[in-house]
């Protein structure tokens, strides 16, 4: 599996990014201690074009990481399923990666969350002349850097516990799980018919919140923004468990089955590509307006593109937020559509 | 710094295959006023020319439009600012395949909202500068002198804020001098900050240039 082209082509998207974020990075600590808006001598002028580039090379890496991110969870999701035995969705493909594949994962959505941070703080930048964000994105995207590395080791390391792995016993595991104390500890508190509530009686909330965030984004500040973002990680919690508890038995047409990869075979229509990257859209556009409502309260002379930021950020909030609600509630519907009552 | 009009901040420019060319130029040409830079061929005129245009960017220092320091902006900015500027290059740089109308209809490209209006002040330029009948030939069918006034033409199509002329009578014969000196006046009247540079002495001798600089060894003097 390690020679599949998807693998090969994660390698080569990461080692491009990582090659444009080195030379990006260097940029950057060489021009930021010396940042001297107000000086006009030859050695700013150069420091300034040197930004221009940086901020280029970090939209690229910033692309390529997204497009990395997608290579591997088709590959987790479909194409690698085939080439590890026992496996019959991406749960068996993640058990043969070891810890090492749900951490390049984590670490790779953390990775792309921060490089998007800093592509909105550009971004709002880009529409001043004059550059007053410089320092912010500048410091921004090298923070991101750790974890960009962290996630390609990770990467390496999954890729080398796939070799040795043996047969994987796939959404097996997951019936284990629910059968150990603990997940029936867990199942008896919190029932499948809670997390649909959660996560479909949160979708009016998010509808409103976005809605307004959208219509008068310039009386939204980063306390609201900032608890908001908060919430809808958590309501994106809540959400994924209700796509494993309520929506995956309809698309399946089984009476339980809590296997959030299975989502992502062709079989279900690779429904999981849909609703997963619509919760990633939502968390994404929770930072976002979180990040310019906080840009706008601190630097007042870019603050009128900061706050047309937090609005669009609030527009995208509850498209996605509405469109992930129709996703995930259709095969529910659906279903009772067709045969008249629930599954349970 | 803070007058209408183009302004240079210690501008100097160094030309990568090395030489100082330009070396901290201080200047102001304000709007409503034609100014003239003169000076040796290869003193540099048409670099300065270019770097008001923010067409290059400078080593150190800075050009200020109407109080704002454009050519520290960023590239969108820069570009967003240079739809107020109509350039008549040393070489023309007209477009061989398009005939002389879409030539001077070109930097109105991204502004097609006005298109008719547009269409209208382009042959009426061209009228003006004895070219009429010539709107459907290509540039490379002309002579220079018609060359140049068609760059004019599309230097002033738009009414644009700044106007910046290089060597923009190299081509032309006496009696055409007065038509182009009278196009400067008018943009003039009407607000407009003109730049010319030219080592035309007839150019020198017209009553048009209420300011007068001398382009030598990098530095920009005015003359009395
Ligand atoms: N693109 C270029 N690359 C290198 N040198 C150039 C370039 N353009 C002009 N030069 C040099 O810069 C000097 C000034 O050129 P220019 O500004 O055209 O002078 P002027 O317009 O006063 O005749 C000249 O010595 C010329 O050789
Ligand atoms: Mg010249």
Redesign the interface.
């Known amino acids: 599996m390690t020679g599949h082209p998807l693998v090969l082509a994660i390698w080569l998207l990461d080692l491009t990014a990582g090659a444009i974020y080195l030379a990006a990075g260097l940029r950057l600590l060489a021009l930021l201690p010396r940042w001297l808006p107000e000086q006009?001598?030859?050695d700013q002028?150069v420091r300034?074009?040197s930004l221009?580039l940086v901020i280029y090379q970090g939209r690229w890496v910033l692309g390529l990481q997204i497009v990395a991110l997608a290579a591997l969870v088709v590959g987790i999701g479909n194409s690698w399923v085939a080439h590890v035995p026992g496996a019959m969705c991406g749960t068996g493909v993640l058990q043969a990666l070891g810890p090492a594949g749900p951490q390049t994962l984590l670490l790779r959505l953390l990775t792309i969350l921060l490089l998007y941070c800093w592509q909105v703080v550009a971004a709002i930048d880009?529409q001043r002349?004059?550059?007053p964000l410089a320092l912010v994105h500048g410091r921004l995207l090298l923070l991101a850097a750790p974890l960009f590395l962290f996630a390609t080791w990770r990467f390496g390391q999954a890729m080398g516990a796939v070799q040795s792995q043996g047969p994987v016993s796939c959404c097996a595991v997951l019936y284990a799980q629910a059968a150990s104390p603990g997940g029936q500890a867990m199942g008896a508190m919190i029932s499948a018919r809670t997390w649909a509530a959660l996560c479909f009686g949160g979708v009016p909330p998010i509808i409103v919140w976005g809605w307004f965030q959208w219509r008068r984004p310039g009386r939204i500040g980063p306390l609201s923004t900032g608890l908001a973002a908060g919430l809808l990680l958590l309501w994106i919690g809540g959400a994924v468990m209700a796509l494993k508890t309520t929506t995956a038995p309809y698309l399946l047409e089984v009476l339980a089955h809590p296997c959030p990869w299975c989502l992502f075979l062709r079989e279900q229509g690779r429904a999981g590509f849909a609703l997963f990257g619509l919760l990633a859209i939502v968390a994404a556009e929770g930072a976002a307006g979180f990040t310019s409502a906080l840009i706008g309260r601190r630097h007042p002379t870019a603050a009128a593109p900061a706050v047309a930021r937090v609005g669009l950020a609030g527009r995208r909030l509850w498209l996605a937020g509405l469109l992930f609600a129709i996703l995930a509630a259709a095969p529910v519907l659906l279903w009772r559509l067709r045969f008249g009552g629930w599954l349970r | 710094m803070n007058a209408a009009g183009l302004a240079c901040r210690a501008l100097t420019f160094e030309r990568s295959t090395g030489g100082r060319l330009l070396d901290g130029i201080e200047a102001a040409f304000p709007c409503g006023r034609a100014c003239l830079i003169t000076g040796a061929t290869g003193a540099g005129k048409s670099t300065l020319l270019h770097l008001l245009a923010g067409l290059l960017g400078p080593t150190s220092g800075e050009v200020w439009a109407d109080g704002q320091p454009v050519s520290r902006w960023s590239a969108p900015h820069r570009e967003r600012w240079r739809q107020m500027v109509g350039i008549v290059f040393q070489h023309l740089h007209l477009l061989n395949d398009v005939t002389l109308l879409e030539n001077v209809l070109l930097p109105c490209v991204p502004r097609p909202e006005r298109w008719p209006a547009v269409l209208g002040e382009a042959r009426q330029l061209l009228e003006r500068l004895g070219l009429g009948a010539l709107e459907e030939v290509t540039p490379a069918r002309l002579s220079g002198g018609e060359r140049q006034r068609a760059a004019l033409a599309r230097a002033l199509i738009g009414q644009p804020r700044f106007l910046l002329l290089d060597e923009p009578s190299a081509f032309q014969d006496d009696g055409r001098i007065e038509g182009v000196l009278g196009l400067l006046e008018e943009a003039t009247g009407q607000g407009g900050c003109v730049v010319v540079c030219s080592h035309d002495p007839r150019l020198a001798a017209a009553d048009l240039f209420q300011s007068r600089y001398r382009l030598a060894h990098g530095r920009l003097e005015r003359c009395p």
Do not use: V
Request: without cysteine; glycine residues 0%.
């Open positions: 006009s001598d030859r002028l300034e074009r221009a880009d002349p004059d550059m």
